[in-house]
């Protein structure tokens, strides 16, 4: 008698990983499959790195192409879905959504032209009326989520912590129009804040804007109030450090319990052997230590 594959799916249901760019799709896959689980990755095209998720059942997809993503997901059985990995917002007329995805977008609706905590929401929420669970990166990946305090061998002295807690509030603050995550504070003086170009990109013009009069320099990393954290965690890795380090900063400080690190044992090193701290800090207006 034929195994009965339909029902074998069903009794196993897999998590569907919706992977952006980055190594963060591989760890989550990685995750689930360490705990006795099984993955199916939906790769956006142009974005997800073949070599990352190429080890697991996958398939390579147009971003605007909802039915064929939706066919494979429910095909391999996807009951919680993983949406993880940076995903440039591609304007509407490079979309070209098939049928199913033209319908999506019209359920969107208002949401596809705010702020990008606005948009994931709304595609949580869509997604969810498809009859699937969203779950958040962190879920499975409990050992790259930022711990409270310092994380490596250095930590920030007072004046860092007063530009710590500067940039806080500059982050909370841009957060509440949906604008970014991150900042970068030199001595009292606000360097940077990240809008479209992401982290990278900031840390890039940082370097050019350090002043050599003032102190140190801190790259801050916090979730928005109110963010959607089933699909938009800040995230930090190896390449983060570097380019702190290219910029001349003192430390890396972001958000315990809603930041993710990717590689944190590297990050770790990295940050010890360039006498950088990397910190992990509580949201609001808790104390920095």
Same mark, same amino acid.
């Given at each position: 008698?034929?195994? %009965?594959? @339909? ?7 897999? =998590? ?20 006795? /689980?099984? =993955?199916?990755? #939906? ?5 997800? %790195?073949? %070599?990352?998720?190429? &080890?697991?059942?996958? !398939? ?18 996807? &009951? ?20 199913? $995805? ?32 969203? !779950? ?8 790259? #989520? ?8 250095? @930590?920030? %002295? ?25 900042? =970068?504070?030199?001595? /009292?003086? =606000? ?9 990278? /990109?900031?840390?890039? &013009? #940082? ?9 140190? $320099? ?65 949201? /609001? ?5």
């Amino acid at each position: 008698m034929a195994p %009965d594959i @339909a029902a074998y799916r069903r009794e196993t249901a897999c =998590v569907g990983i919706l992977a952006g760019g980055g190594p963060l799709p591989g760890e989550v896959a990685q995750a689930v499959e360490q705990a006795g /689980g099984r =993955v199916f990755i #939906v790769g956006f095209q142009g974005f997800a %790195d073949p %070599d990352v998720i190429g &080890r697991w059942p996958h !398939r390579m997809i147009r971003l605007a192409a909802a039915g064929e993503i939706l066919s494979a997901l429910h095909e391999h059985g996807c &009951r919680n879905l993983v949406l993880i990995g940076p995903v440039r917002r591609p304007s509407l007329i490079n979309l070209r959504p098939d049928a199913t $995805g033209a319908r999506i977008l019209a359920r969107i609706g208002k949401a596809l032209f705010a702020g990008d905590d606005g948009l994931l929401g709304a595609i949580v929420r869509v997604l969810g009326e498809e009859g699937f669970t969203i !779950r958040g990166a962190h879920e499975y990946l409990s050992g790259s #989520v930022a711990r409270r305090g310092a994380m490596g061998a250095v @930590a920030p %002295d007072e004046a860092a912590r007063a530009d710590i807690m500067l940039a806080r509030k500059v982050i909370w603050r841009l957060g509440e129009l949906d604008i970014g995550q991150g900042c =970068v504070v030199q001595g /009292g003086l =606000v360097l940077a804040v990240e809008a479209l170009e992401g982290t990278d /990109g900031m840390l890039e &013009r #940082v370097a050019g804007l350090r002043q050599p009069d003032r102190p140190g $320099g801190v790259l801050v990393k916090m979730a928005k109030p109110g963010q959607e954290r089933r699909a938009d965690l800040p995230t930090i890795g190896p390449r983060t450090l570097a380019g702190v380090i290219a910029a001349g900063l003192r430390g890396i400080a972001i958000e315990a319990g809603a930041t993710l690190i990717t590689d944190p044992a590297a990050c770790i090193t990295m940050a010890n052997e360039a006498g950088l701290f990397l910190t992990g800090i509580g949201g /609001g207006d808790e104390k920095i230590t």
